[in-house]
């Protein structure tokens, strides 16, 4: 069984950053894909950003520049710091893994942290 925990939300004012983590627990463990996807009040779930086992980072155009994803494999943990923040970035934010075994993919979700920015 594969628990995903996320870490670092929090309230902060705009201009100011946070970095956000996700742990994956379980046993052998190895995350092909992760990702960080965020939803804000009324709005639907939105892809933040992802990056491979190969890490290729991929971003939502309009947070390039301001949010970096990262990994640790041998923690299997990413990271997601966010500078620059503004109240629109208010959303919880939830961490994705793309987990193969057997050479089936599965996807698992974190529960999500809640991120409010104040301007």
């Known amino acids: 069984q594969v628990q995903l925990k996320e870490f670092g939300g929090g309230l902060v004012q705009a201009g100011e950053s946070l970095r956000l983590s996700c742990t994956a627990s379980g046993s052998r463990v190895s995350v092909n894909v992760w990702a960080w996807y965020r939803q804000a009040p009324d709005k639907e779930r939105e892809l933040v950003a992802s990056?491979?086992?190969?890490?290729?980072?991929n971003y939502a155009d309009s947070l390039k520049g301001r949010f970096t994803i990262s990994r640790d494999n041998a923690q299997n943990t990413v990271y997601l710091q966010m500078n620059s923040l503004k109240p629109e970035d208010t959303a919880v934010y939830y961490c994705?893994?793309?987990?193969?075994?057997?050479?089936?993919?599965?996807?698992?979700w974190g529960q999500g942290t809640q991120v409010t920015v104040s301007s």
């Open positions: 990056i491979t086992s190969a890490l290729i980072a």
């Open positions: 994705n893994a793309v987990i193969s075994r057997n050479g089936v993919q599965y996807n698992y």
